[in-house]
């Protein structure tokens, strides 16, 4: 980031930033003075940041966020970009802004919910599809609702709109409705509540079937947009997580995505919700991008042909990421015992645990030095950050680089 | 788009609007109501809408902004897509925001001006290019220099983020920096300036050599950032187009694509630009989609290994559009003679003319019952829209249809 200075502030309030400008009548001596004001207040995600180091040879990651490499289907990908390719121009000419009605109608029929693909728009990531809906919800200094601890990628976008975040505590049973029920009640009247419901990035926990109802019925006496955000619903190991938020509701919209479940590089995730709000998004979506790819809209639309063979591909990777989750819970419960709490996920690709009187944060880079890296849980704090808290993912290592990896932790730990 | 409806005020003026609201205590009537100011302001892209009438059966369309289908290199996508797919799982896999390093040093090869790999960032599509400029340079209110006519997908990019217009006439040397200089000493203190360089959408004019180093130099002395556009640069007639504007300027952006030349359904763009900006870009890029399509990027970094391919599909696609802007120049000239001004497009995509007394806009439908479709200029207009104007595409009409289609417009313009 460029370092921040003095902004223009004559028709944009900027109390926020508590910054006044003056400029000059001719040239500026530093052209980062023209940043918008929150350009100027973004700041780089440190996870990606941390990644840098957790890539040095030797390191044994559980820090990425990204699905395990053998869990992409190479072979069929490339018979979907042929077969994509193959169809005709359409393939790589411009395309609709809301998506190829093909894509989603396979993306229809991808989704548990009953959903008509004219209730869908395709995006560019489960991302695009967070940042267009707090675009066009999110008015500079709302009150926007987030789980603490949350995805660090939705709380960026969320706050380069000019949200003004609430964190609500998120415990083994997801986002404590309870206490959002209280602070409604005390007048919070936010604009949207984000909620991951399904194995929780960072946390692992899944939000309960009684508390999906109380989201929904708060959503609809206080009047705001419930956004579930969804990308590993399907990634679950022991039983289907339960259904969705509010299915029907005008409050409700769902970002789903194929990064988990096929690839991410494709950058193709979808939306559903109600018709007043897919068609601000798509508005939204022209001035963004246009439109998501359309040779990731055939290569997914190709893939959809044969159901089967999504069907056992979603359990060749439950079975990849079961097993590596098991071998990550297996080797804190050795190592650690009791000194290691944590919700065992039910899905997904993350164990939070902390470590009474480890600061997490600090000891990162001799965590990276003893050969293993994690994400702070500071990174994912809104209020007042855990900084014993980590988040370790079971996606990219095998079984026996979880237990190394677990047996270094250690070593750091009560070093 | 959703009804307007009175918004959120508490925390954002929105004097621009003139709206108060009063949120109830519990519920909400119409969730619409949930919108932010500038979605509620947003409208969808007039020539999108006009283009339902255009592909109606039997209608020569003039009316796209499309490149022509027979342009695109099936063969050679097919082989690239293959290839990148070949190359393993990091095709697929979660990327560098700025884009992957071999598809910048690949797009650095590509761009005429020259750009070090590290001074590119991918985008999703030149289109997305110029939102995230907006983005980390707009604050609500900002005054923003356009051309008068421009392109409307810009306008409505600039103007979703806050943007205030300033429209600058263009001829047919394109913008009139003189007239932008006279604004400047009389005050105009713009955050940026928006600029189709060569073979302009929608008036088919380049910017004179002089003008662009006027513009550099008004860009240094007021302190402003000139966002360059350029789609279109490679697909010169006759001769190639001046260089980019004011080379290695801290005050200088430029956006490109491979929509024109290659496929627009890839989605992909690239923009090159001092590190202040690019830098703040990428942070907005993180929270938009985290990056632009691997398997975009992958065949563009497979069809750039072969230099010599490239610059033959170059010479066929400015063969297929220089045969066709000849056959539009032909048939306008041979049809309205005089009464159908316009300069004559040195590349690109359209003809920008005039029908003096002829009300392009009121009188689209006829011209579509007729069998041609166009995009009335007022579509581009920013503060008084030129009504008799039109803008007709000769990218995706053979010779043949281009002569019949203006046959057609000429029954209609003297019916």
Known sequence: MPSSGPVEAKRSPGERLGRCYRRPVTGTADPALLLSRRAQGATSSTIRDILV????????????????????????????????????????????????????????????????????????????GLDLVSRVLVDDGDPVVVGDPDYLGSLQALRSHGAQLTAIPVDGDGLRTDVLAERLAAGLRPKLAYVVTNFHNPTGATLSTERRVHLAELAERYGFVVVEDDPYGELWFDAPPPGPVGPGSEHVVRLRSVSKTVAPGLRLGWMAGPRWLLDAVIVAKQSSDLHTSSLSQGVVTALAQDPAWRAAHLDRSRALYRERRDGLVDALHQTFGDAAPFTVPGGGMFVWTRFEGFDATARLLDAVAAGVAYV????????????????????????????????????????
Chains 1, 2 share one sequence.
């Open 376 to 415: 702070p849980g500071s990174a994912f704090g809104v209020d007042a950050p855990d900084h014993s808290a980590m988040r370790l993912s079971f996606a990219t290592a095998s079984v026996d680089e979880l237990h190394e990896a677990v047996r270094r932790l250690h070593a750091v730990v009560t070093a």
């Open 53 to 128: 180091h957790a890539s040095a040879p030797g390191v044994i990651s559980l820090a990425g966020g990204i699905p395990a490499p053998s869990s992409f289907p190479m072979a069929e990908l490339r018979a979907a970009a042929l077969a994509a390719l193959e169809g005709g121009t359409d393939a790589v000419q411009y395309g609709r802004t809301d998506g190829d009605p093909a894509c989603r109608a396979a993306l229809a029929g991808w989704t548990d919910a009953q959903v008509e693909p004219e209730d869908l728009v395709v995006t560019t990531g489960s991302q695009q």
